[in-house]
């Protein structure tokens, strides 16, 4: 199984983009000699959580309901009869990233927007479903009339299961009768659209096997602007400790202001390890892995020039000796950065 997800700013290129960012060399954060220096320290050190996971940290997923679900046939009606009580489902994929996720806390948000000719009457249900188990239900309280939207209240998720795959169910739909003449094109909705913020999770499921890959660009600055600099025979080494119980294989990729690549970050894409799992899933370990970036002249001068960065990482669950791995809120991804370069740089000149 493998997925191709199109993101804005993925938090795990935060590592990536710390790794390189951190490198804003200002006379305000490092005491400089005039001319050239050894400088050999910590750059930046962070911890991630599942709950930085994007596409987990909030989660939006949606379905649109035709007028062939409700039983109507493209054409003309001279009038539209009443619907009572109807009950219909469709199943809906959530994420391509998760199998289950549990929330601490949670809130959703249901908006309904109705493209129908007929207005949908208040007691209308929407529940969400697995396997017949009632996830969550919410009736509606006012009447929605066509070519209108229904907002709800924020709703508590706390407790509450999600699944990559639901059934979404309109149960006792109800509409009032159209006295016109009506056509049904085809393009008539009730889309109900899922949003579920400011969330904290307690567990994150992935199944064996699953792998998606994420893509993201962002914008790049590498140099500050209160000096110039070089740096020569200079290394960046990055050190993760994943107790995530997914590898991790990422790349970036700094291009100019048309978007053409300059340079990568490096030579060969970074895997980084996946914990191990005991039976029930869960990680019992935390390895390390490392990668060096060399910082030659070329190189250096390369990423001052970029102004956006490319990221790319294949996130791949290998643990097959279970069908589900699991992260738990207290499941951490370490990221430190340590610098090892020979700087040289002139105090006097501002960088236009």
């Not at 050239?36 to 320290?41: I, N, R, V």
């Not at 909030?58 to 039983?71: K, P, R, T, V, Y």
């Not at 499921?205 to 998606?212: D, G, K, T």
């Not at 935390?286 to 990668?291: D, M, R």
Request: glycine letters at 4%; hydrophobic letters at 40%.
């Amino acid at each position: 199984m493998h997925k191709v997800i199109y993101m804005k700013t993925p938090i795990f290129y935060l590592g990536i983009i710390i790794v390189l960012q951190s490198c804003k060399f200002s006379p305000d954060e490092i005491t400089l000699p005039n001319w050239k220096s050894e400088w050999l320290a910590p750059i930046s050190k962070t911890t991630l959580s599942p709950q930085d996971i994007q596409g987990v940290d909030s989660i939006h997923f949606e379905h649109g309901f035709s007028a062939n679900d409700l039983g109507m046939p493209l054409g003309t009606y001279p009038m539209l009869p009443a619907i009572t009580g109807l009950n219909i489902s469709q199943s809906v994929t959530t994420s391509n990233i998760y199998y289950e996720v549990t929330f601490d806390s949670a809130l959703g948000k249901i908006k309904i927007i109705n493209s129908m000719p007929f207005t949908i009457k208040a007691g209308t249900k929407i529940t969400l479903d697995k396997n017949n188990n009632v996830l969550f239900s919410f009736t509606i309280n006012n009447d929605v009339a066509p070519n209108t939207t229904f907002q709800s209240p924020d709703i508590d998720f706390a407790g509450k299961k999600l699944y990559n795959q639901i059934d979404v169910k309109l149960e006792n739909l109800s509409t009032n009768a159209v006295n016109n003449s009506v056509t049904i094109s085809g393009n008539e909705r009730i889309t109900i659209q899922f949003d579920i913020i400011n969330l904290q999770l307690r567990e994150l499921a992935v199944e064996a096997n699953n792998q998606f890959e994420v893509v993201d660009t962002t914008d790049f600055t590498f140099a500050g602007d209160e000096m110039a600099a070089e740096a020569v025979n200079g290394k960046l080494k990055i050190f993760i400790e994943n107790q995530f119980p997914i590898q991790q294989t990422i790349q970036a990729y700094f291009m100019d202001s048309l978007f053409n690549v300059v340079d990568s970050l490096f030579t060969q894409p970074f895997v980084i390890f996946s914990a191990h799992v005991d039976a029930q899933g869960y990680s019992n370990d935390k390895p390390l892995s490392s990668a060096e970036i060399i910082l030659n002249a070329q190189k250096f001068n390369n990423l001052k020039n970029a102004k956006f960065l490319k990221a790319k990482a294949v996130f791949q669950n290998i643990n097959n000796t279970v069908s589900l791995v699991r992260m738990r809120r207290t499941d951490s991804f370490d990221i430190q950065v340590v610098g090892d370069l020979q700087l040289q740089y002139d105090l006097n000149q501002k960088e236009q």
